[in-house]
Nanobody, 123 residues
Framework: QLHLVESGGGLVQPGGSLRLSCQSF????????IGWFRQAPGKEREGISC????????NYADSVRGRFTISKDNAKSTAYLQMNSLKSEDTAEYYC????????????????WGQGIQVTVSS
């Protein structure tokens, strides 16, 4: 059973950076695609980035492309989301998810989900 735990969230000023981590406990991530999603109060969950199991394919939502970078370290069973040039509209609960089929997708069709972590961008 794949158990995902996010870390690295918190409060940051506009223009700042954060790096979110998504660590798998019990199972390595070699065969899993990872997706990052977020949900702001009153809004639907949004897929913002994904990476295929191999790491060769990545994708980003238009809202974060050029500012966020996804990566995956299979040896550490950890995926990352580097977030730069943060804006107030990036404030949300962020979730990582894993898909056993291994394909990068921004849709919410993932098998396993973390518990979420808050990111607040405010001065």
């Amino acid at each position: 059973q794949l158990h995902l735990v996010e870390s690295g969230g918190g409060l940051v000023q506009p223009g700042g950076s954060l790096r979110l981590s998504c660590q798998s406990f019990g199972v390595t991530l070699d065969d899993y695609a990872i997706g990052w999603f977020r949900q702001a109060p009153g809004k639907e969950r949004e897929g913002i980035s994904c990476i295929s199991a191999s790491g060769f394919t990545t994708n980003y939502a238009d809202s974060v492309r050029g500012r966020f970078t996804i990566s995956k370290d299979n040896a550490k069973s950890t995926a990352y989301l580097q977030m730069n040039s943060l804006k107030s509209e990036d404030t949300a609960e962020y979730y990582c998810a894993a898909d056993a089929l291994g394909y990068c997708s921004l849709s919410a069709m993932y098998d396993y989900w973390g518990q979420g972590i808050q990111v607040t961008v405010s001065s």
